[in-house]
């Protein structure tokens, strides 16, 4: 919560107080524009083998510690370089460049709210996807709003304590774990992750209660990503996950009844690849970002015909 | 840019502003607080209008090739 005195910025560091007007810097200025592959969201379930126009501007809610992002999500805005980019342009640039979708990324869409908004709406009308990248610190009204938008998410659940939300990442776990639930009464594809940091949220036990909650209320269906540390932002004292930690972490996601339990930011034998939860068949073969073989049949399995939880088209 | 020269700039650009039609988010604010620690407090959410600019008071740069992937996370 941000009480901000008048010349000053709240929490996120680009909404500022003008004579007791609050006003948001960043709206149509982005200071990332990029086009990625729909992977590396990661989005498994959603259009995939596409590309992706992706965009951020500095500033976040929250304050993880371990922020990979960290020189833009805690950076001023005063400090970096924005491009002029107002949601006509941002939508014309998605059609130019022949991408199916937008994302609203990297930092946190939450932030430039106003800017996501406006132009997840623009285009929806133009048949572009809309996608957000997001933590979900977020209140339900607004939320309800936006995700009215919106056809994926990706959101991460970064711990399973509140605990961890409070000394991590400056926040805490109930509005993401009601964010979580709103999306996906809202409808919409949702997929989430968890970044797996050595000692602070690896115990096998934290990793049950988490896949354990996904699968309690958001389904078995709900793809789970665990995402690999890499030592950045104030947390370079500790080590990366190791491979066999995540490969542990998917194990135990399975058993719990999960379906689509992936592994990300190393590279895995078949972590990466999506199985047909019925005839455990491959589906979906990848490695890194690319799509070494689709075998989905209009979005279910060729072998035993099950239905495969996304948007594949 | 220093802030002090951010915020000077921002002033100027803002008494130019316009409302935006979306609706801003709201961090959950100081009711929410009060509802945590007593029985009678209601949580309130409320939207908050944000202003957006015309004129950015930062550093702008031209756009570079889109299509190079971009180096940041998610
Ligand atoms: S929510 Fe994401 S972008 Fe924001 S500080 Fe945390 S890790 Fe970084």
Redesign the interface.
């Known amino acids: ?3 901000i005195e008048p ?1 000053q910025s ?3 560091r680009v ?2 107080n ?2 007791g ?5 960043v ?3 982005p200071c ?6 729909i992977e ?2 990661p989005l498994f379930h959603f259009l995939p083998g596409t590309g992706v ?2 965009i ?1 501007t500095v500033g976040c ?1 929250l304050h993880c510690l371990n922020c ?2 960290w020189e ?1 999500s805690q950076a ?10 107002p949601p006509e342009r941002l939508v014309s ?1 998605c059609r130019e ?1 022949r991408c199916l979708s937008l994302a609203y ?2 930092t946190d869409p ?2 430039y ?6 132009t997840a ?1 623009l285009a929806r009308q133009a048949n572009i996807r809309n996608v957000l ?1 997001t933590a979900g ?6 939320w309800e ?2 995700l009215k938008y919106v056809d994926a998410a ?1 959101i991460d659940l970064k711990g399973i304590t509140d605990d961890f939300y409070v000394r991590i990442c400056s926040a805490t776990l109930k ?1 993401v774990q009601d964010a979580l639930l709103v999306a996906k009464a809202s409808g919409i594809l949702v997929e989430v992750t968890n970044l797996i940091i050595p000692t602070l949220n690896d115990k096998p036990e934290q990793i049950r209660e988490l896949s354990r909650w996904v699968k309690a209320n958001l389904g078995g269906e709900t793809p789970l990503h665990f995402s690999g540390f890499t030592p950045k932002y104030k947390m370079q004292h500790l080590p990366p996950t190791p491979l066999k930690t995540l490969e542990i972490a998917r194990e135990i996601a399975i058993s719990e009844g999960l379906d689509y339990v992936y592994i990300g930011n190393v590279r895995s034998k078949e972590g990466e690849n999506t199985y047909c939860p019925g005839c455990k068949s491959l589906l979906i073969e990848r490695k890194g970002y690319f799509i070494l073989q689709n075998r989905l049949k209009d979005g279910h399995c060729p072998d035993c015909g099950r239905e495969i939880y996304g948007v594949w088209k | ?3 002090r ?3 000077h700039k ?2 100027k650009a ?1 008494s130019h ?1 316009y409302c ?11 009711a ?2 009060f509802s945590r620690n007593t029985h009678h407090a209601r949580r309130t ?1 409320k ?7 015309k004129k ?8 570079r090739d ?5 180096k ?3």
């Not at chain 1, 610190?137 to 607004?142: D, G, L, S, T, V």
């Not at chain 2, 939207?47 to 600019?53: E, I, K, P, S, T």
């Not at chain 2, 950015?56 to 756009?63: A, I, K, N, Q």
């Not at chain 2, 889109?66 to 971009?70: D, G, P, V």
């Open positions: 919560m941000c009480l010349g709240g929490e996120c909404r500022i003008i004579d007007v609050l006003r948001t810097v709206y149509g200025f990332s524009l990029n086009i990625d592959p590396k969201k126009l992706s951020a809610n990979q992002n833009i001023n805005p005063e400090d970096s370089q924005a491009v002029f980019c640039l460049s990324t990297y939450i932030i709210y106003e800017y996501t908004y406006d709406k990248v610190y977020i209140n339900k009204e607004p709003k936006l990706n509005p | 840019m220093t802030r020269k951010f915020i921002l002033i803002g502003s935006v039609l979306g609706i801003a988010y709201c961090v959950y604010g100081i929410s607080l959410t939207f908050v209008r944000a202003l957006r600019l950015y008071p930062g550093s702008l740069r031209p756009l889109i299509h190079k992937q971009s940041w996370s998610g």
